[in-house]
């Protein structure tokens, strides 16, 4: 009953972000619009995220190597897509899928797959962080106007410089108060003590001890820079697979690089949310921010269907597909074993 409440929150949720973006939205229109983008670019960008994909399998395989566990490509990639295919299905069950799945192929224990998969997610996480950093820093005009503007038309109907400076004095309160507040953290002992004594705080403490632990965890592989390597691949690829497609649409063909950084940055977050695939959240945040690029909502919309839709349709036939796969192997499997057992 947990479980079926949770997924009946998670697909309201998802519907109620979808009727609220696309309630304004001519739909009929930007079907037509769609069915006339240029279908070379959707092959490119699904071959890329494809290899982004088989590059995560790569780089799993590296993690599980420490724990005396090697399965080859093809079945970790296996493992991958049904993952991402369980994903779109119920949320948050992709990582508990892919064990599943590798257990079944290569009888790797699901408790250990998973801690490989924990420590993978962090590196994401630490790699999210820095590219929402290298996205600031290069886009900071766009992104400290758009927020200024917006927060001086919030509070004093103001515009320009006067919203900007509203804004530089929160961020300089908000630093301030953070600096005070760790000052008396560690100067008052008792107030140290009853903080860390707080559930809420020593959860926050644990986590941050496990995110340090998997960070840490790369020198135990063989080829740290491969390791690396590979995850700053799997990011560039993430990027290309977007990025291609805004040369299918004529509105949004001449966006510039920045622009695909911005939406690979926005759409991470998106698909984070508590919906099957980032569904409903990745069109709500990816299409409000290209009017930073000077898109019309309508557009930016149509852009984050367009992206979104591809990429999740390639998944679920891939990952349909993989989920045949496994079945076939695993009945091949357990005949040969049969046969070798009656000799």
């Known amino acids: 009953m947990k479980n079926l409440l949770r997924y009946a929150i998670s697909l309201g949720l998802a519907g109620g972000l979808l009727w609220f973006v ?10 037509d619009r769609l069915q006339q983008a240029d279908w070379r670019w959707i092959v490119v960008s699904c071959l890329i995220l494809l290899a982004a994909h088989i590059t995560r399998a790569w780089r799993w395989q590296m993690l599980m190597e420490p724990l005396g566990y090697k399965p080859n490509l093809f079945d970790a990639s296996i493992a991958v897509f049904t993952g991402y295919f369980a994903n779109y299905i119920v949320p948050r069950m992709g990582e508990v899928t892919r064990c599943g799945t590798l257990y079944r192929l290569e009888r790797v224990p699901v408790n250990l797959s ?19 950093g290298l996205n600031f820093v290069l886009e900071f005009d766009r992104l400290s ?21 509203w804004l530089l004095i ?6 301030a108060a953070v600096v005070v507040l760790g000052y008396l953290f560690f100067k008052n002992k008792a107030l140290r003590e009853k903080v860390l004594a707080n559930g809420l705080v020593q959860k926050a403490v644990s986590f941050s001890r ?54 690979l940055v926005i759409g991470a977050i998106g698909m984070a949310a508590p919906t099957q695939g980032g569904i409903g959240a990745y069109h709500l945040l990816v299409g409000n921010v290209m009017l930073l690029y000077g898109l019309t909502q309508k557009d930016g919309i149509t852009l984050a269907t367009f992206i979104h839709g591809t990429q999740m349709l390639l998944m ?11 079945l076939f192997m695993n009945k091949s499997r357990k005949e040969a ?4 057992q009656q000799v």
């Open 210 to 263: 496990g995110m340090l632990e998997g960070l840490l965890s790369i020198r135990k592989l063989s080829s740290p820079g491969l390791f690396i390597a590979s995850s700053l691949l799997i990011w560039v690829f993430y990027y290309l697979s977007s990025y291609v497609l805004f040369y299918c649409i004529p509105e949004t063909s001449d966006l510039g690089p920045l622009a695909g950084l911005t939406v």
């Open 114 to 132: 998973f801690g490989t998969v924990v420590a993978e997610r962090i590196f994401d996480v630490v790699t999210l962080v820095v590219l929402i």
């Open 337 to 340: 074993v049969e046969e070798v």
């Open 145 to 165: 106007g758009f927020f200024a503007e917006l927060f001086g038309s919030k509070v004093g109907g103001g515009e320009g410089s006067g919203a900007t400076n």
């Open 316 to 326: 679920l036939v891939v990952g349909a597909l993989a989920f045949l796969v496994v």
């Open 22 to 31: 696309f309630k304004d939205i001519d739909l009929g229109a930007m079907l």
């Open 170 to 175: 929160i961020v300089l309160i908000g630093v």
